[in-house]
């Protein structure tokens, strides 16, 4: 069986649109474990009511302790540690825990705008995203408006997914979607949960995972599976006016922790952590941000037009990118 495992602090609109994706998308038995902080705004009543099971805070938590105590309840052997300004995709569960068992992985992760399997597809997916509204427009909305930026940014979700699958089915990448990351509980088991001190939880866990794989053998690291995707309003409740943690554990970097040195090692992108090597090179980091930035505002003013598109039209669009820009940088599949 699967848990589902989910923080809330209030969002009431993200949190009815997240539950109705899970009720709607997700195959095979399931349960729905909700870690309320302390929401005012009727949420933890909500998911009572649909029959979900919450486990109510007189104060908010932090994610990391949030997913243990949700861990610690849970009776499935596949864990789910997800965000709740989510919309999951059809059978996003099914290909995640095909892929896992296929390539013997103890966790996975969906594609999502924050990876896909090329640089360049992520980057235009990202700027599409920003121009019909990112998450810092999405915190306040409600279900029905949700939906529409749903309708806005994919057409069809159905058939999106569809040609997503089609398209990319057979990819397996490194790294980490850490808004939606399935475990398996006997992985989770072995590395004693979630370590409550590091906010960057997706990043220790890949770290945590990966160095485990490669010093002692018995677990594989994270990879995320091309077959399947999920939405993120992306840092929703970060962006609305949330109460301060009340965690009282020590609060750690994820550089205090992980040193460069390790990071580099460890992460699937090393050249994240090299610095330019010529002049050019680090005025171009510096220039392309706000490029892009002014390019997305622009696009963003005239966003809603996006609106009268045709969802058919829509999906013919994501099939050209994916296309175009889904594959010729695409990694080998690591050797696993």
């Not at 486990?55 to 789910?80: I, K, T």
Request: glycine share 8%.
């Amino acid at each position: 069986m699967l848990s589902v495992i989910v923080a809330v602090h209030n969002q009431l609109g993200h949190n009815r649109l997240f539950l109705e994706g899970i009720r709607r998308y997700t195959a095979g038995p399931y349960e729905v474990i909700v870690i309320d902080n302390h929401s005012t705004d009727g949420s933890a009543e909500f998911f009572e009511s649909q029959g979900c099971r919450v486990l109510r805070n007189e104060r908010n938590l932090c994610y990391p302790e949030s997913m243990n105590l949700g861990s610690r309840v849970a009776q499935g052997e596949w864990l789910c540690h997800i965000n709740n300004d989510l919309y999951v995709a059809p059978n996003w569960n099914g290909f995640l825990i095909e892929a896992m068992e296929r390539h013997r992985l103890d966790a996975a992760t969906p594609l999502g705008l924050e990876m896909m399997p090329t640089a360049r597809l992520t980057d235009w997916m990202q700027g599409r995203w920003a121009a019909i509204g990112q998450g810092r427009l999405s915190s306040g909305k409600g279900f029905e408006e949700l939906h529409v930026m749903i309708r806005a940014m994919y057409g069809d979700w159905e058939q999106y997914c569809g040609e997503l699958h089609g398209a990319f089915a057979g990819t397996l990448l490194e790294g980490i979607v850490g808004s939606c990351v399935m475990i398996r509980r006997d992985a989770y088991e072995k590395i004693g949960g979630l370590d409550e001190r590091i906010q960057a939880a997706d990043w220790d866990l890949y770290y945590t995972l990966k160095k485990r794989e490669q010093e002692v053998g018995d677990l594989r690291r994270c990879m995320v599976v091309g077959a399947t995707f999920v939405h993120h309003f992306i840092r929703a409740t970060m962006k609305s006016k949330r109460e301060p943690f009340a965690c009282t554990h020590e609060r750690w970097s994820i550089d205090r922790k992980w040193s460069q040195a390790e990071q580099a090692r460890l992460w699937c992108k090393p050249e994240d952590f090299s610095t330019p090597s010529s002049l050019g090179q680090a005025l171009s980091r510096h220039l392309v941000k706000p490029v892009r930035k002014l390019l997305q505002e622009l696009d963003r003013a005239t966003a809603g037009r996006r609106l009268w598109v045709p969802p058919q039209r829509v999906v013919g669009l994501y099939r050209e990118k994916f296309q175009a820009l889904g594959g010729a940088e695409a990694p080998a599949r690591p050797s696993l």
